[in-house]
Structures are given as structure tokens and as C-alpha cells.
Nanobody, 121 residues
Framework: QVQLVESGGGLVQAGGSLRLSCAAS????????MGWYRQAPGKQRELVAR???????NYADSVKGRFTISRDNAKNTVYLQMNSLKPEDTAVYFC???????????????WGQGTQVTVSS
């Protein structure tokens, strides 16, 4: 069974930084695109950033220049470094990954349980 486990959320003042981590575990052959999404109260879930296995990245306009996504393929782990945080970044952040389970013939989409990020003004 494949699982994504996130860590690193919390409460921080505006202008501060947090680093999120998400590790995929289980019987995994490899991970392809990995990314972070977020959902604020009363809003739809939105893409924050994603990264391909080869390291190509794309970001939501609202986080460009402040957030950096990276990954460690050997550890099946993706990171999100968040700097210059703003109150509007407050949301539950979810990890997402396209994972090839061992002995599978296709990749499957997995989600983490979410981690709360709260930025106070």
C-alpha cells in the first residue's frame, strides 16, 4: 500500500518561513510528477507547485519568487520551502504524487492527508 506522509506545517508570523516535506512509502517502483496543493476555508483546492522527476518545475503565480519545490528521487520525497509567508498563504497543504507501484503497469495518483499552515499577521 502506497502512502504519502506530510510534515512541517505549523503556525508562523507573516514574513516567516516553513519547509514542508512529503515522503512516499510502500511498494514503490518510482514516482513521477510530485506536487503541492492547498485549500483554504471556503475555497477550492489549488495547485501551489509541482516538479517532474527530471526537475522541471512550475508554480502558481501567487507563490513565484517565494516558494521553492524540490525533490529527492532516491527517497521518493518532495519538499516545499516557503519564504516570505503571507496571511493569504494560510491553508491546508496537500502533497500529491504520481506513483508507479511495484509490478504495476501504470502510475496512480496519491494524496497525503494534509498539513495545516497558518500565517498570522
Amino acid at each position: 500500500q502506497v502512502q504519502l506522509v506530510e510534515s512541517g506545517g505549523g503556525l508562523v508570523q507573516a514574513g516567516g518561513s516553513l519547509r514542508l516535506s512529503c515522503a512516499a512509502s510502500g511498494a514503490i517502483s518510482r514516482t513521477d510528477v510530485m506536487g503541492w496543493y492547498r485549500q483554504a476555508p471556503g475555497k477550492q483546492r489549488e495547485l501551489v507547485a509541482r516538479i517532474t522527476r527530471g526537475g522541471n518545475t512550475n508554480y502558481a503565480d501567487s507563490v513565484k519568487g517565494r516558494f521553492t519545490i524540490s525533490r529527492d528521487n532516491a527517497k521518493n520525497t518532495v519538499y516545499l520551502q516557503m519564504n516570505s509567508l503571507k496571511p493569504e498563504d494560510t491553508a491546508v497543504y496537500f502533497c500529491n504524487a504520481a506513483v508507479w507501484p511495484v509490478s504495476a503497469y501504470a502510475s496512480y495518483d496519491y494524496w497525503g492527508q494534509g498539513t495545516q499552515v497558518t500565517v498570522s499577521s
